[in-house]
């Protein structure tokens, strides 16, 4: 059973940093493409970040040279580095995963996803 399981959120003033982690298990066939998509609310789910199965990473054009997307593969846990914090930035964040072969990561998204987090929450004060 594939499960995704999000830490890290919190609240921060603007400027400030957070560490998101999601800890990865089930996947026994092949690394998956994993994102990070956030939803503020009244808005659409965006993809923030991805990165693919041999570390090749994409970023949203909103986070590029802010965020850091990365994996450790012994520990089977995605992280998500966001520092100089905006509130826009203010958000859900979703862990994802797309296993299939022909997965694709571009724009800071994943194109399919099959697997989500739970979430966890993102709030950047001004």
């Known amino acids: 059973q594939v499960r995704l399981v999000e830490s890290g959120g919190g609240s921060v003033q603007a400027g400030g940093s957070l560490r998101l982690a999601c800890v990865v298990s089930?996947?026994?066939?092949?690394?998956?493409?994993m994102g990070w998509f956030r939803q503020a609310p009244g808005k659409e789910r965006e993809g923030v970040a991805c990165?693919?199965?041999?570390?090749?990473?994409s970023y949203a054009d909103s986070v590029k040279g802010r965020f850091t997307i990365s994996q450790d593969n012994a520990e089977n846990t995605l992280y998500l580095e966001m520092n100089s914090l905006k509130p826009e930035d203010t958000a859900m964040y979703y862990c994802?995963?797309?296993?299939?072969?022909?997965?694709?990561?571009?724009?800071?998204?994943?194109?399919?996803?099959?697997?989500w987090g739970q979430g966890t929450q993102v709030t950047v004060s001004s």
């Open positions: 994802a995963a797309d296993p299939k072969t022909v997965a694709r990561c571009s724009g800071g998204s994943i194109s399919e996803v099959e697997y």
């Open positions: 089930g996947f026994t066939d092949r690394r998956p493409y």
């Open positions: 990165i693919t199965s041999n570390d090749r990473t």
